[in-house]
């Protein structure tokens, strides 16, 4: 069944201005609409109740009672999933617990990703010359394996963690160029510069943050949404990278399936290569 905030996602392009008020404060509140009443949420939202009816029922409920007992469903079986991490547990229960906080992350995610910014970005990075993929921090990681993954595919990909490569590098970036920042935050300053420098040259930009109203998205043409709730044991955003992982991996394995057959003999030639590498 899909959950509520994948719904949201896939129709937020249909909607009207109320509607998409009401589609943001429930995407970015969840937690408060339980608690909330149809006149205090229209409040919020500053439309009237006769609307919130409208929305809920386009979203295929029989009004907003039917819709706040199925967000209040989802986010009791994404919290009774999600246990905080405590000194008594055994390293195998820390296994186990985050296990279900990263699949509680990966169906977040799901319900926020954009299908249309998912596959404008894939054909973006498959036409593109030159890719460059930025990341610092815990998000540094995520970058090289993302362009290590074009690489393989025979694409001209290469990946910074230093600020100031990562500057010199967007200055040489041209139309025929994207440039993708990760940051889980979304409020690296050098990342977001990064992707400045990068449209002055007329590159594309793309982001992959778990904020929609942070810096990088007001600089990015195209935006991929994670959703993570970090907790007191992961405020580093651990879970958020298998989520930056996932739409990672979802666009190698778009690329590979949709490209010439250049792309599977640079898979090919990769393994060639390194052949000699193992024993």
Excluded: W
């Excluded at 930056?244 to 399936?257: E, G, N, P």
């Excluded at 949709?258 to 590498?277: G, H, P, R, V």
């Amino acid at each position: 069944m899909e959950s509520v905030f994948s719904k949201l996602r896939s129709l937020y392009d249909e909607m009207g201005p109320a509607e998409k008020r009401i589609a943001n404060y429930i995407t970015e509140n969840s937690g408060d609409i339980v608690n909330l009443s149809i006149s205090e949420l229209a409040k919020k939202c500053n439309c009237g109740d006769a609307t919130l009816v409208r929305f809920s029922r386009r979203l295929g409920f029989d009004g907003f009672q039917g819709l706040k007992i199925r967000i209040a469903t989802e986010i009791g079986a994404s919290s009774s999933l999600s246990q905080e991490i405590v000194k008594t547990d055994s390293c195998y229960e820390i296994y186990q617990k985050q296990i279900r906080s990263i699949l509680e992350t990966l169906r977040n995610t799901e319900g926020v990703l954009d299908k249309k910014s998912l596959e404008d970005a894939a054909n973006t990075i498959m036409n593109a010359e030159r890719i460059a993929v930025f990341g610092l921090g815990n998000s540094a990681s995520i970058a090289t394996d993302f362009a290590h993954k074009l690489l393989r595919l025979g694409l001209n990909a290469q990946s910074s963690s230093d600020n100031h490569l990562q500057a010199i590098i967007s200055s040489h970036l041209n139309r025929k160029s994207v440039a993708i920042g990760i940051s889980h935050s979304g409020s690296s300053k050098d990342i977001v510069e990064a992707l400045k420098l990068s449209k002055i040259g007329g590159a594309k930009t793309i982001c992959i943050t778990n904020y929609s109203d942070s810096p990088i998205v007001a600089t990015s043409d195209i935006c991929l949404f994670t959703k993570s709730r970090e907790t007191a044991h992961s405020l580093l955003g651990l879970n958020s990278r298998i989520a930056q992982l996932s739409i990672i991996d979802a666009i190698y394995s778009y690329i590979v399936i949709n490209s010439d057959k250049s792309a599977i003999q640079a898979i090919y030639n990769t393994e060639f290569s390194l052949q000699d590498k193992k024993f």
